[in-house]
């Protein structure tokens, strides 16, 4: 069962501010297609968490071909393009949950998951909405659960803010992770991943550096 947990909220929004109608019952329609049920022992999953407009689940889904992405998102107008782009492409690998990561965390209890990719969290700024924030100890210690052994996180940010609150959340489970790239965090994440979403443009355009945490399960 679902808890009603006030971190567990959804905050932010659901549609764009686009005036453009969507044809939701045919939304939905193709939202069932693609949704993500439940894990498959047989099956390598990713779980690709806040994906947006999909870029990343595009991305790695192409990059691993032998494993499943879970694309975890509740805004409809992004899911719209990634289904577009999952149908264009017809990607096989991709399942779509519409809604809260923390709906899918719930459903999955054992170690299946073979990489988390949280690019561009809601960084929740100011002091009063700190509580938004998604990344917590809690919710790493929560995804060491059910991630593989020696499996990694990754998580991608531009907010100075949310960078510090990351970095105590880590500390928060030094026992839990090991921060692979501790020494070279301010390298681009183009170094590692050659992927540009929505919201890196959005950094790059503003002069802000992106900052990048590899965690990889102890
Ligand atoms: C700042 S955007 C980043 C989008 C994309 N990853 C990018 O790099 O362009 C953060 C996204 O996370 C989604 N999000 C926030 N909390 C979430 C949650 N608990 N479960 C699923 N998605 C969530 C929001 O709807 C939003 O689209």
């Not at 809601?122 to 499996?151: G, Q, V, Y």
Request: hydrophobic share 35%.
């Amino acid at each position: 069962m679902l808890s009603n947990n006030y971190t567990n909220r959804l905050f932010g929004r659901t549609r764009g501010r686009s005036k453009k109608k969507i044809d939701l019952k045919k939304y939905y329609q193709t939202v069932a297609k693609y949704k993500f049920q439940n894990c498959d022992e047989k099956i390598n999953y990713i779980l690709d968490i806040g994906t947006g407009y999909g870029e990343t689940s595009i991305f790695l889904a192409n990059q691993f071909l032998d494993k499943v992405v879970i694309s975890c998102e509740k805004y409809i107008d992004g899911n719209i393009i990634l289904l577009k782009n999952i149908e264009k492409n017809k990607i096989k690998n991709i399942r779509l949950h519409n809604g809260n990561v923390y709906d899918v965390l719930e459903c999955i209890h054992r170690e299946c998951l073979d990489l988390v990719w949280i690019f561009f969290p809601d960084p929740w700024p100011k002091n009063r909405h700190a509580k938004r924030r998604l990344i917590t100890s809690d919710f790493l210690i929560k995804l060491h659960k059910i991630l593989k052994e020696s499996c990694d996180i990754c998580i991608a940010t531009d907010s100075t803010i949310y960078i510090r609150f990351i970095l105590n959340s880590i500390y928060n489970c030094k026992g839990y992770f090991q921060w692979l790239n501790q020494s070279e965090m301010n390298l681009n994440i183009k170094d590692y991943f050659d992927i540009e979403t929505k919201y890196y443009k959005k950094a790059i355009n503003s002069k802000r550096n992106p900052s990048l945490f590899i965690l990889r399960k102890l």
